[in-house]
């Protein structure tokens, strides 16, 4: 069964700063999905970045980017010039595909502090 | 263009007591999920549909039952709560296309007591 492991409960960073929020998974699959999602204070779960495992190149949203590297299953968040905005929870997943059905499996969360 | 909309956001209830929780998509998703956020152990899969009319065991379905009974809408029920069942509850849906991205509702946040 596939797994997905964030293993940094709590990350902090000074505004306009860089972090990076670490994520790795387990699958046996070739082809797949990653996302991160963020969940500030409101509880909205909201997409901030997504990435298909085909592509070698790494996904960019604005501010945010990833560091896909397939062969080691790892999926880490980096996020620029960090604003008060950033302040969430972060959650890593993976979208699996078993006996022709979708599922995603969701780590355990980061959440994330940003420092005025 | 509601998206996924959960009904009620909020509810107390004591051990023992019934109650549902709709979750409603107006994106003409195939896919629904119902996902369940305790501190410390992210979000767990429930139940989940893959159509109208089908239903499946998700990684803790135990005390929970559901219906899609209209590919808009699907049901979860807690037919006699138990204070473990104390959680913030997620309603999610996706298109068979694309990226399948998760599109999620607000969420529910259930106390019981």
């Known amino acids: 069964a596939q797994t997905v492991t964030q293993s940094q409960p709590e990350m902090s960073v000074q505004e306009a700063e860089t972090v990076t929020l670490s994520c790795t998974y387990d699958?046996?699959?070739?082809?797949?999905?990653l996302f991160w999602y963020k969940q500030p204070p409101s509880r909205q779960m909201i997409l901030v970045i997504r990435?298909?495992?085909?592509?070698?190149q790494n996904a960019t949203e604005n501010r945010f980017s990833v560091n896909f590297q397939k062969a080691a299953k790892s999926f880490s968040l980096k996020i620029s010039d960090s604003q008060l905005g950033d302040a969430a929870m972060y959650f890593c997943?993976?979208?699996?595909?078993?006996?022709?059905?979708?599922?995603?499996?969701f780590g355990t969360g980061t959440r994330l502090k940003v420092l005025a | 263009n509601a998206g996924v909309t959960q009904t009620p956001k909020f509810r107390v209830l004591k051990t023992g007591q019934s109650m549902t929780l709709l979750c409603a998509q107006d994106m003409n998703h195939e896919y629904m999920y119902w996902y369940r956020q305790d501190p410390g152990m992210g979000l767990r899969l429930i139940h989940y549909s893959v159509g109208e009319g089908t239903t499946a065991k998700g990684e803790v379905p135990d005390g929970y039952n559901v219906s899609r009974l209209k590919k808009q809408n699907f049901l979860l029920g807690l037919e006699s709560a138990a204070p473990s069942q104390t959680s913030v509850y997620f309603c999610?849906?996706?298109?068979?296309?694309?990226?399948?991205?998760?599109?999620f509702g607000a969420g529910s946040r259930l106390t019981v007591l």
């Open positions: 999610a849906s996706t298109s068979t296309s694309g990226a399948n991205v998760l599109t």
């Open positions: 997943a993976y979208r699996s595909y078993t006996s022709g059905t979708y599922k995603y499996i």
């Open positions: 990435q298909e495992a085909y592509k070698q």
């Open positions: 699958t046996s699959e070739s082809d797949y999905y």
